[in-house]
């Protein structure tokens, strides 16, 4: 499985930019979809998360302001980020994994990170 992100990018505080994941590969598999994103000197964090039967969590501090989304169809996921704060600043990372968890150490499949930047 491959996984392809993308949708970073540059953007003043409160505005919004949507991060996009494609998959390929063997996929049919795949329960667990999710962003995690990594901040300069801290530890990588989970973001969101959506199972293929699409419940969905987040953590803490983007509740209400981000939405994850996925379409199976197209094997993709989708993270819409609004009300951006510059503490969102980060490299984010798709993630995919066979079981209902996206647990840091033991995810199955990562993307390559896409760096948001949110100028205050």
């Known amino acids: 499985v491959q996984l392809q992100a993308s949708g970073g990018g540059l953007v003043q505080a409160g505005g919004s930019l949507r991060l996009s994941c494609e998959g390929s590969?063997?996929?049919?598999?795949?329960?667990?979809v999710g962003w995690f994103r990594q901040a300069p000197g801290k530890q990588r964090e989970l973001v969101a998360i959506?199972?293929?039967?699409?419940?969905?969590n987040y953590t803490d501090s983007v509740k209400g302001r981000f939405t994850i989304t996925r379409h199976n169809a197209k094997n993709s996921v989708y993270l819409q980020m609004n009300s951006l704060k510059p503490e969102d600043t980060a490299v984010y990372y798709c993630a995919a994994d066979h079981s209902k968890r996206l647990i840091m150490r033991y995810v199955d499949y990562w993307g390559k990170g896409t760096q948001v930047t949110v100028s205050s």
């Open positions: 959506i199972s293929s039967g699409g419940i969905t």
């Open positions: 590969g063997s996929i049919k598999s795949i329960n667990a």
